[in-house]
């Protein structure tokens, strides 16, 4: 028995040559991120647990209460006390920023060099408007309002 090849292929090359095309979806990676390290920092009753590295391009993650901006060697945080108004930092011009809103009064920001909760004390430059502007320290600095 002998098989015809040619009738073959010519039915093959009909099928393939008739085949409607196959389009490719529109899928991207708008965004990534190199990530390394990880642990746990703690507070009072809260906790989180995560990864430092590139800083994120986009603002910060909010709530009504809290706020949290991603970034790698953060050496500045405000530490959000419950009840408090929401302290902000933010870094400009070289400088950061540290506010609360300006309406709230009997409130004292205060400074510490690591979160123990025996090293806190009044913060003693200027506050203008709930707001102050200082250079970055070297080391780590974080705040809190007290009333």
Do not use: C, E
């Not at 419950?82 to 920023?97: C, K």
């Not at 709230?104 to 913060?123: E, H, R």
Request: positive net charge; hydrophobic residues 45%.
């Amino acid at each position: 028995m002998k098989i015809q090849f040619r009738p073959i292929l010519t039915a093959l090359a009909v099928i393939f040559l008739t085949a409607p095309p196959a389009f490719s979806q529109n899928f991207s990676i708008d965004w990534h991120k190199i990530a390394g390290g990880g642990g746990t920092g703690t507070g009072g009753t809260y906790q989180v647990n995560g990864t430092i590295g590139q800083h994120d391009a986009s603002g910060a993650m909010t709530s009504s209460q809290y706020a949290i901006t991603g970034g790698f060697w953060s050496l500045i945080n405000v530490v959000q006390t419950p009840g408090a108004p929401l302290l902000t930092i933010n870094y400009v011009a070289s400088q950061y920023v540290v506010a609360w809103p300006a309406s709230v009064a009997g409130w004292t920001l205060q400074t510490n060099v690591d979160l123990a909760a025996s090293a806190w004390g009044d913060y003693l430059g200027p506050v203008f408007n709930n707001r102050v502007t200082n250079s970055t320290p070297f080391g780590n600095l974080f705040f809190r309002l007290k009333q």
